[in-house]
């Protein structure tokens, strides 16, 4: 189809029309292109998020291994929140009426990083470690209600 | 008591002695006493220093009234801990298999901080508004064996 002189000007101004602003419009488009994408890549990261695991252990010691037991769990809690990226806080403590009786409050960034923290060498060395010297453990999966600390402790 | 001349000569040598070094002596002995007061003030705030008061609270609350209760702790927890410099962390979880069972892991600066938590309005106003949703409450004061977190949590 042959195209009439009136419609090539217009398609001239057009052109020259878009040309004007062929920068701004790209930026426009790339701009909305981008946000686009990160709205579905949040909305993704979010649905796909896993919830946290957090559990306490209920551990009833030997009372005449009560000291090794705690060193031995204290070396096993510091290497797994230093050297575990989804190791986030353990917390072991014992009841000042009753020194044997210890609870573990533990946060994993979800269930495969306590999968993989059962894994390692460390774990396993407390484990073994302790093996005669705990006579009761009692694992209790737990979901949070609110978990507030201050900034720096 | 006179002095002799050969005494005098040498008083006179060591004073040219101790004037001659003492900018740097007096430098040294800032230094001495700066760094002995320091120490003190160390120990002395090491062995003032209070421990940190750390409980578990075992709640049992009536399963009818279980979301109002989860409310009320939620709302009495993010106040304490915004609000008070004493409360460092309070952590409330329910167990997955008992969902009436609510455990709350808190710590105190020391046990003056506890003593003035329980004083406060927000405090009060969470007792009065769960009086009547707690079946059964256990406070159990605990010491610490580790307490292990990442630095960013």
Known sequence: MKLKPRSISRYRFQKNYEVKFRKPQRRLATALV???LMMFSQLSAF???????IRIARIVVDSAQLENYKAALREGIETAVRVEPGVLSLSAVYE???PTHVTVFEI???????????QTAHFKKYKNTVKDMVKSLELVDVSPIAMEAKPKM
């Open 34 to 36: 981008a946000f686009t």
């Open 47 to 53: 649905s796909q998020e896993k919830p946290r695991m």
């Open 96 to 98: 000042k009426q009753h």
């Open 108 to 118: 994993y960034a979800d269930e495969d990083a306590y999968k993989a923290h059962i």
